[in-house]
């Protein structure tokens, strides 16, 4: 047992030439393969490049009341009331800040691609006014030209006293622990 090694003794398992061609068959079929009692599948390239797209994909949402516009076109000022355009639209949005008997209906759709700013695909706004006594005098559609592109200025307030650094900001309190700062309370 001296010179024979380790092939006949138990500490080493027979070799199985037959064992090892199986696994290395499959392996180079692409079939599935086992690592530590697990099944372990090839993915190609592709399907992860799909999945990883797939995160990405734009989103499209409704924000607002719905409102079918050919049942807004059908409210008739002088005909219709509160009541039936409460029953025909619903209940408004809200209502005019600065005159509770304007209603306002607002409906937006919107686009969005991955981690950006949503766009508007549509608008549409309805303004429905009424008299004293309830009844519409007026109603007005507006759509998605009453939006505002606002672009913020990047000009900034002067201040008084020393500009500093980014640096000046980070080390700049060095070598100052015993200047002279507010005092610490006393009786603590």
Not at 120 to 127: G, H, L, P, S, W
Request: aromatic share 8%; with cysteine; glycine share 10%.
């Amino acid at each position: 047992m001296v010179g024979s090694g380790l092939r006949g003794s138990r500490l080493a398992p027979p070799h199985r030439p037959s064992i090892l061609r199986r696994i290395a068959r499959q392996a180079s079929a692409g079939e599935e393969r086992f690592k530590n009692g697990m099944k372990v599948f090839k993915v190609s390239p592709a399907v992860i490049a799909a999945t990883l797209l797939a995160g990405c994909a734009g989103v499209q949402a409704h924000k607002g009341a719905v409102v079918d516009p050919e049942l807004a076109s059908a409210i008739q000022p002088g005909v219709d009331n509160k009541e039936s355009v409460e029953k025909t639209l619903g209940r408004p949005s809200f209502l005019g800040q600065f005159n509770a008997s304007d209603w306002y209906y607002v409906s937006r759709d919107t686009n969005q691609f991955a981690f950006r700013n949503p766009r508007v695909r549509e608008q549409a706004i309805y303004r429905v006014s009424f008299d004293p006594a309830g009844n519409v005098v007026a109603v007005q559609k507006s759509g998605k030209e009453m939006i505002a592109n606002l672009q913020p200025s990047r000009r900034m307030t002067p201040t008084l006293g020393r500009k500093r650094s980014f640096f000046d900001e980070i080390f700049g309190n060095i070598g100052s622990v015993g200047a002279g700062g507010p005092a610490a309370p006393q009786g603590y």
